[in-house]
Nanobody
């Protein structure tokens, strides 16, 4: 079992940057595939980016490709989401999710463990 805690959210102007962190406790995080999802008010939770457990495989939603970068630091048991060129449409609660020996999946139902989320607000 693994526990996930997100941090790094906040209020930023359009065009700015934030780096979100997903810190894991419990088992070795390097053995987990990790995804980032976001949920804006009144909308369904949507996929943002994911990273496989086994190597450099990553995937991004079209809406964030070229602006967001997912990475991991196994020494710190943390996965990051670097978000650049932020837009008001990126405003949402961002959640990380993890799955033991998981691939870089876009599907919510492929992740067992979820964090509580961190709020990102982008002003125009």
């Amino acid at each position: 079992q693994v526990q996930l805690v997100e941090s790094g959210g906040g209020l930023v102007q359009a065009g700015g940057s934030l780096r979100l962190s997903c810190a894991a406790s419990g088992r070795t995080f390097s053995n987990y595939g990790v995804g980032w999802f976001r949920q804006a008010p009144g909308k369904e939770r949507e996929f943002v980016s994911a990273l496989s457990f086994s190597g450099p495989a990553t995937t991004y939603a079209d809406s964030v490709k070229g602006r967001f970068t997912i990475s991991r630091d196994n020494n710190k048991n943390t996965v990051y989401l670097q978000m650049n060129s932020l837009k008001p449409d990126d405003t949402a609660v961002y959640h990380c999710a993890a799955e033991w020996l998981g691939r870089a999946s876009r599907a919510r139902n492929e992740y067992t463990y979820w964090g509580q989320g961190t709020q990102v607000t982008v002003s125009s």
